[in-house]
C-alpha cells in the first residue's frame, strides 16, 4: 500500500511548467547598468522642460522663437516624458517583472514574459539608439547660430551621456538573454526528466537509469528547500515520522522473534 501511495503521488504530482522557470539573479554590472541608462536621459529632459516654461536654454532671441509656441512645447514636453520611460523600461531586464507580468495589469497579470518579446524590441531598441547618437561627440564641429557660445557648450554636454544609451541597453538585454535562456533551459530538462521517470514508474516498462534518479532527487530536494524558506517550515526530508519509526519497530521486533 505504501508503494503503490508513493507512486500514485508521483504519477499525479503536477509538474511546474517550463514557462515558470526559477528566476536567475541577473549580475551586478547589469543592474548597475539599466540604473545608469535612467539617468542619462535626465539632463536632456531637465534642458527642454526648461524650455517649455519659456527659458531660452542657452537659445538666442531669434533662435527662440520657434521653440515658444504651443506646439513646439507640446512636442518637446511629450518627448522628455517618452525618452524616460522608454529609460525606466530598461529596468525590467533586470526586475522580476521584466520575467512575469505584474498583477496588477489586468487580462495579462500574472503570465511569465516570453523572453524573445523582451530581447527582440530591445535589440531594436538599442541599435537605433546607437546608429541615432553616434554623431554626437561631433556637435562641436558644427557650426550653431541660433545659440549662444555658453548654450552651445552647454547642449553639447549634457547630450554626450546619451552616446551610452544604445551600448548600455544592448549589453544589459545580452545579459537578461543568457540569462533567461539558461534558467528556462534547465530548468525544462529537469522537469522532462522528471516526468520521463514518474511514466515509467507508473507504467512499470523500465526504470529509470542512474542519471535521471540523482536529477530527479536533486531536483526534488531543491524544491522542498525553497518551499520551505518561502514558508518557514523545515523540509520533509529533516522532519521525522513518528509513525515510519514505528512500524520499523515491529518490523525489526518480528525478524528477531523468528530468529
Known amino acids: 500500500m505504501e508503494r503503490m501511495r508513493t507512486r500514485k503521488e508521483h504519477s499525479t504530482g503536477?509538474?511546474?511548467?517550463?514557462?515558470?522557470?526559477?528566476?536567475?539573479?541577473?549580475?551586478?554590472?547589469?543592474?548597475?547598468a539599466a540604473q545608469l541608462i535612467t539617468l542619462l536621459t535626465l539632463p536632456t529632459g531637465l534642458w527642454r522642460l526648461a524650455m517649455v516654461c519659456g527659458f531660452p536654454s542657452g537659445h538666442t532671441e531669434a533662435g527662440f522663437v520657434p521653440f515658444d509656441t504651443p506646439g513646439s512645447k507640446l512636442w518637446m514636453l511629450t518627448l522628455s516624458v517618452a525618452c524616460e520611460l522608454l529609460a525606466l523600461l530598461s529596468l525590467g531586464l533586470v526586475r522580476p517583472w521584466g520575467e512575469t507580468v505584474p498583477h496588477w495589469i489586468p487580462v495579462i497579470g500574472g503570465r511569465p514574459v516570453r523572453p524573445l518579446a523582451a530581447v527582440v524590441p530591445a535589440a531594436a531598441g538599442a541599435l537605433a539608439l546607437?546608429?541615432?547618437?553616434?554623431?554626437?561627440?561631433?556637435?562641436?564641429?558644427?557650426?550653431h547660430a541660433d545659440m549662444t557660445p555658453t548654450g552651445r557648450l552647454l547642449v553639447g554636454v549634457i547630450y554626450q551621456p546619451l552616446v551610452l544609451w544604445g551600448p548600455l541597453l544592448g549589453a544589459v538585454t545580452f545579459s537578461y538573454y543568457r540569462r533567461t535562456k539558461g534558467s528556462r533551459t534547465a530548468h525544462t530538462n529537469a522537469v522532462v526528466t522528471r516526468e520521463r521517470c514518474n511514466r515509467i514508474r507508473t507504467h512499470g516498462h523500465r526504470r529509470c537509469s542512474w542519471s535521471q534518479r540523482v536529477?530527479?532527487?536533486?531536483t526534488g530536494h531543491v524544491r522542498e528547500e525553497r518551499t520551505s524558506r518561502r514558508s518557514g517550515r523545515p523540509p520533509r526530508s529533516n522532519v521525522r515520522d513518528p509513525g515510519k519509526e514505528t512500524r520499523e519497530g515491529v518490523v525489526r521486533a518480528r525478524f528477531h522473534q523468528r530468529r
Open 14 to 32: 503536477s509538474a511546474p511548467s517550463p514557462t515558470s522557470a526559477p528566476s536567475v539573479p541577473p549580475p551586478r554590472w547589469a543592474v548597475r
Open 130 to 143: 546607437t546608429a541615432i547618437w553616434a554623431a554626437m561627440p561631433l556637435w562641436w564641429m558644427y557650426p
Open 215 to 218: 536529477i530527479h532527487r536533486v
